[in-house]
């Protein structure tokens, strides 16, 4: 199997398993009426991305988010066109997770809590990141998402770009997830993450077609984010290159 495929294959599939797991442990909660809960919710997103890019690292780079990819093309590690397939890989299997995650759920009937599945995808949008505009305005969402990705970034460059890095795998990056999501999950959903948030926006049909207009929120802030901390990070803190 040729490199560029086995890269493609592996940000498929870590993207799948993130959004699976994560939006699942969110429509969980909704359908049981509170558990696993933020706790959960939060571990469940830190836990497979820590797997899932101890996996890949090796192979694709453990991308597995196309603001991760933006911040590589950005400092040259990796090509446009290679990093254009990568976000469409990321994206393919974000949107592969939330149509299974709303096949499983829609079928699903009533619970202690006296909640179909079916109403848990109308109650939290197939775990779908989005923010109340009541509350939360765009600006503010926006920039929720920027500094959350970037201090993923930063995890990123300092764990696992970095020769100096120390030797934990993806370990240091789930948990800067797990500890965003504590943060941010009630204001944005803290999502950080372009993929995760529009496949199940995708998946998610009527239940999430409210969403679409506050998707842009999404994309910009992560993106902005993850680029501004690899540019820092590569030009003021990586060891310059050699003449």
Not at 38 to 57: Q, R
Not at 201 to 210: Q, Y
Request: contains cysteine.
């Amino acid at each position: 199997m040729a490199n560029q495929t086995k890269n493609l294959v592996c940000e498929f599939i870590g993207t799948f398993t993130l959004t699976f797991i994560g939006a699942g442990a969110i429509l969980t909660t909704t359908w049981t009426g509170g558990q696993p809960g933020i706790m959960g919710i939060a571990w469940a997103h830190g836990l497979a991305l820590a797997i899932v890019v101890s996996a890949t690292m090796n192979i694709s780079g453990g991308h597995i988010n196309p603001a991760v990819t933006a911040a590589m093309i950005v400092t040259g590690r990796i090509k446009p066109g290679a990093g254009v397939a990568y976000i469409i890989a990321q994206c393919a299997g974000a949107t592969v997770a939330g149509c299974l995650l709303a096949i499983i759920f829609g079928g699903l009937t009533q619970t202690g809590a006296a909640m179909t599945g079916r109403a848990a995808i109308e109650g939290c949008k197939l775990g779908t990141p989005f923010f109340n505009s009541a509350t939360v305005s765009a600006g503010t969402a926006v920039l929720v998402e920027i500094l959350l990705t970037f201090l993923l970034l930063f995890a990123v460059f300092g764990t696992a770009v970095d020769s100096r890095a120390p030797k934990i795998g993806g370990f240091g990056i789930g948990l800067t997830v797990t500890m965003d999501i504590f943060m941010g999950g009630p204001i944005t959903g803290a999502a950080m993450n372009p993929a995760r948030a529009i496949g199940t926006l995708i998946a998610g049909g009527n239940a999430t077609a409210s969403l679409w207009s506050q998707h842009w929120v999404y994309w910009v802030g992560p993106v902005v984010g993850g680029v501004l901390a690899a540019l820092i990070y590569d030009a003021l803190i990586l060891k310059p290159s050699k003449p």
